[in-house]
């Protein structure tokens, strides 16, 4: 009966890329012309940020970035770069027009993160402020949370941590000003924290550019006395990307 939903569903709706809506074979995914574009990050990449090197300098080595300023967070992946048809897939979720799309995402995802899931930690989306997510009725941060939980049946807490001050959006300001503009901005709530007992947590962003936001949310979960945090998002800006 539900294949039969389905194939009905299909024929009203035939599936199409989740990138250029060109007609595709079976719902969920990129036309192939766009997933070549896709541009995973695999390793070798520093063991802290999770940025790509071009070879390999051993296990343990880290990037120039991790060293000049170390994160608060132990480590941080990336299922891909942020090129243009990561930022397509990126501005869909953000408005929520292809609610698959955040299921596609997170099994990109949960490869990027393989190493977190064994400590069975705590997802937590970056929150918006209640106010920006009244108006666009939509955190894609959470619904990538919910997708990673539910593909790893790992716990998902959205309320962990909150906005507690409305920021002006990131785009279009200069390293320094990010990390001013998020500081202080999160805050986690004590009681659930005293609930995970030691569970690692981990935060879950759309995109990574700076590093600004998922550090002040590393730093209010510092703040509430949670020790093990990791970072994971769908992509992030490196420098020399091609971000067109
Ligand atoms: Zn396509």
């Given amino acids: 009966m539900k294949r039969l939903g389905t194939g009905l569903l299909d024929q009203l709706y035939p599936p199409t890329c989740l990138h250029c809506d060109a007609p595709v074979g079976t719902a969920q995914a990129l036309c192939p012309a766009c997933f070549r ?6 390793a070798p990449l520093c063991p802290r940020l999770g940025i ?9 080595a880290v990037s120039a970035e991790a060293i000049a300023d170390p994160p608060p967070f132990d480590r941080s992946r990336s299922a891909l770069l942020y090129n243009a048809v990561a930022r397509k897939l990126v501005s869909r979720l953000k408005y929520g027009d292809r609610p698959e799309l955040a299921a596609f995402c997170a099994r990109l995802m949960v490869t990027a993160g393989h190493e977190f899931w064994g400590a069975e930690p705590v997802l937590v ?12 009725r939509y955190n894609q941060s959470t619904e990538l949370a919910r997708a990673v939980a539910a593909l790893t049946v790992l716990p998902l807490d959205p309320l962990l941590v909150r906005r507690k001050k409305s920021t002006r959006r990131q785009v279009g300001l200069t390293a320094d000003a990010r990390v001013r503009n998020v500081a202080g901005a999160f ?10 007992r030691g569970r690692p ?14 550090k ?20 992030r800006v490196t420098v020399g990307a091609d971000v067109v």
């Fill in 187 to 196: 805050v986690a709530h004590p009681d659930i924290v005293a609930k995970l």
């Fill in 52 to 60: 790509p090197f071009e070879v390999s300098l051993g296990s343990d």
């Fill in 216 to 235: 002040a949310v590393t730093r209010a979960l510092q703040k509430a006395g949670v020790e093990r945090i990791d970072v994971l998002s769908f992509a």
């Fill in 125 to 136: 989306p970056v929150p918006l402020h209640p106010w920006r997510e009244f108006t666009r």
């Fill in 37 to 42: 574009e896709l541009r995973p990050i695999t």
């Fill in 201 to 214: 947590v981990v935060i879950v962003d759309d995109v990574i550019t700076t590093g600004s936001t998922v």
